[in-house]
């Protein structure tokens, strides 16, 4: 009997944790670590993101809450005008090239990334002529926005 009690509370976690959202993205979150602030995600970037990607910047679209992922090609210096972010450019599989506004004030500083690191984001896309911009990949304090993330060596930052 505790047997399968067990199994169908699992099976029932396991439902509710494969929820899918728009846009390729499969997350609910699972734990939060109390120092880092982290949230563990189960995540599916899906080609249906890559292509929403490509479409939008070909489209010239913006306010497109999406996911992908992608590899950091440069460091750039923090901006720290307003609210700080920490920047980074990253090349998608399609070749696209975006640049990573991650708001520092609201989440945790990526400070292990390097040139060549692989990177998952869910965020908004704001399109302009050299690929776009991801930002809001970050909790909203004042829960008026979608929550945003980056995942980088395996721990989620927002």
């Known amino acids: 009997m ?9 099976l029932l976690l396991v439902a509710c944790n ?7 993205v499969s997350s609910e979150s699972l734990a939060t670590a109390e120092q880092t602030k982290e949230a563990v995600y189960t995540v599916s970037v899906s080609a249906n ?3 929403r990607l490509s479409d939008a910047f070909k489209d010239k679209r913006s306010d497109l809450q999406i996911a992908g992922k992608g590899t950091v090609i440069k460091l750039l210096a923090d ?15 399609t070749g696209q090239t975006i640049l990573v506004a991650h708001n520092i004030d609201l989440a945790p500083r990526i400070n292990t990334l390097k040139v060549g690191d692989s990177i998952e984001f869910y965020g908004e896309y704001e399109w302009n002529k050299r690929g776009g911009v991801m930002h809001w990949t970050h909790k909203d304090p004042k829960q008026r926005h979608i929550d945003g993330w980056l995942r980088h060596a395996g721990l989620v930052y927002q």
Not at 80 to 85: A, D, R, T, V
Request: charge should be positive; avoid cysteine.
């Open 49 to 51: 993101s890559e292509q």
């Open 18 to 24: 494969n929820e899918s959202q728009p846009n390729g």
């Open 2 to 10: 505790k047997n399968s009690m067990f199994m169908l509370l699992a």
């Open 79 to 93: 901006d720290l005008k307003g609210s700080q972010h920490q920047r980074f450019i990253i090349k998608t599989n």
